[in-house]
């Protein structure tokens, strides 16, 4: 029975819907774990400096493929601990920048995986917080500092910032009391908006920070629908659980003989706006017109 390992920089109970996304996907491609496959699962839980000793685990494992979930941290430990492997990853922005592809039609070497257009979107969040906050001139970023590509978030951020006219102000946090400090000090601030950065923690943590931006009253704008399923008020961006199908797709083939140079990178082109009203009425935030008539989803 062959093996695929799963590599993810977070905890399997938060992230049990994007595993189920991936078993479909590899269900399609004709393998059900525990019939025809096996999964040897690996949890970092939270701390990216455990990821590549898991890595190295699943290759000492001689798994028949990796799959990894947590963006550019995941796979780039994978790419590090094996050059022969079959590696699936996700990653957040262009895969052939990130140096783990030699381009996305023909991807070359050992890896292949899905775009999930993370780092990319971060201009178009703002322009819908500046949509539903115009009043708002300071608007905090949140940041894990831990994750690889906060640096260029931050960048971006305060570039598409001052292409608005608004000014950002980065706060980091990557424990879930660091984000409760966060949050104290983005009051102090007196920011009129936030910007939750994408990052695989703050996802396994979105009912604490939904909880306290609602506490602290502070319109916010998330990567992904669950946020927004949760409580928060806006979420914009690709689907994750569509990612995981995608990656589970890929497994599948690739224990089938197909090989990750041949396989073009997956381009997610499905750009999710989903709007929570009960929130924003909480909030006592009127959501334009505009932005209501473009949205994919708005719950009530």
Same mark, same amino acid.
């Given at each position: 029975?062959?093996? =695929?390992?799963?590599?993810?920089?977070?905890?399997?109970?938060?992230?049990?819907?994007?595993?189920?996304?991936?078993?479909?996907?590899?269900?399609?491609?004709?393998?059900? /774990?525990?019939? !025809?496959?096996?999964?040897?699962?690996?949890?970092?839980?939270?701390?990216?400096?455990?990821?590549?000793?898991?890595? &190295?685990?699943?290759?000492?494992?001689?798994?028949?493929?990796?799959?990894?979930?947590g963006g550019e941290t995941t796979a780039a430990a994978a790419k590090a601990a094996t050059a022969t492997i079959p590696i699936v990853f996700n990653t957040g922005s262009d895969p052939v920048k990130l140096g783990l592809v030699a381009s996305l039609a023909?991807?070359?070497?050992?890896?292949?995986?899905?775009? %999930?257009?993370?780092?990319?979107? =971060?201009?178009?969040?703002?322009?819908?917080?500046?949509?539903?906050?115009?009043?708002a001139t300071s608007v905090a970023v949140l940041l894990n500092p831990n994750f690889t590509p906060a640096v260029v978030n931050a960048q971006e951020s305060e570039a598409a910032a001052r292409a608005i006219g608004k000014k950002v102000t980065i706060f980091?946090?990557?424990?879930?009391?660091? %984000?409760?400090?966060?949050?104290?000090?983005?009051?102090?601030?007196?920011?009129?908006?936030?910007?939750?950065?994408?990052?695989?923690?703050? !996802?396994?943590?979105?009912?604490?920070?939904? &909880? #306290?931006?609602?506490?602290?009253?502070?319109? &916010?704008?998330?990567?992904?629908?669950?946020?927004?399923?949760?409580?928060?008020?806006?979420?914009?961006?690709?689907?994750? =659980? /569509?990612?995981?199908?995608?990656?589970?797709?890929? &497994?599948?083939?690739? #224990?089938?003989? /197909?090989?990750?140079?041949?396989?073009? =990178?997956?381009?997610?082109?499905?750009?999710?706006?989903?709007? !929570? #009203?009960?929130?924003?009425?909480?909030?006592?935030?009127?959501?334009?017109?505009?932005?209501?008539?473009?949205?994919?989803?708005?719950? /009530?």
């Amino acid at each position: 029975m062959p093996v =695929v390992g799963f590599l993810s920089t977070g905890l399997s109970g938060p992230s049990a819907y994007l595993v189920a996304g991936f078993r479909r996907g590899l269900e399609e491609a004709g393998f059900v /774990e525990g019939r !025809n496959a096996a999964v040897e699962y690996r949890w970092a839980e939270g701390l990216y400096e455990r990821v590549p000793a898991l890595a &190295a685990d699943l290759v000492r494992r001689q798994v028949a493929v990796i799959v990894t979930g947590g963006g550019e941290t995941t796979a780039a430990a994978a790419k590090a601990a094996t050059a022969t492997i079959p590696i699936v990853f996700n990653t957040g922005s262009d895969p052939v920048k990130l140096g783990l592809v030699a381009s996305l039609a023909r991807p070359g070497g050992n890896m292949t995986g899905v775009n %999930i257009f993370a780092t990319e979107l =971060v201009e178009k969040r703002l322009g819908l917080l500046r949509d539903l906050v115009p009043a708002a001139t300071s608007v905090a970023v949140l940041l894990n500092p831990n994750f690889t590509p906060a640096v260029v978030n931050a960048q971006e951020s305060e570039a598409a910032a001052r292409a608005i006219g608004k000014k950002v102000t980065i706060f980091n946090a990557s424990s879930d009391a660091e %984000i409760e400090t966060a949050f104290a000090k983005i009051m102090q601030a007196r920011s009129g908006a936030l910007l939750v950065g994408a990052d695989p923690f703050f !996802n396994s943590r979105r009912g604490l920070i939904v &909880a #306290l931006a609602s506490h602290h009253a502070i319109p &916010a704008i998330y990567e992904w629908r669950e946020f927004a399923e949760a409580g928060g008020l806006i979420s914009y961006g690709t689907s994750l =659980v /569509e990612a995981y199908r995608q990656q589970g797709i890929y &497994a599948g083939r690739i #224990l089938k003989g /197909e090989k990750p140079a041949d396989l073009p =990178v997956v381009q997610l082109s499905k750009f999710e706006l989903v709007i !929570n #009203l009960n929130t924003a009425r909480a909030l006592g935030l009127v959501i334009p017109s505009g932005v209501l008539a473009i949205a994919d989803e708005v719950i /009530e």
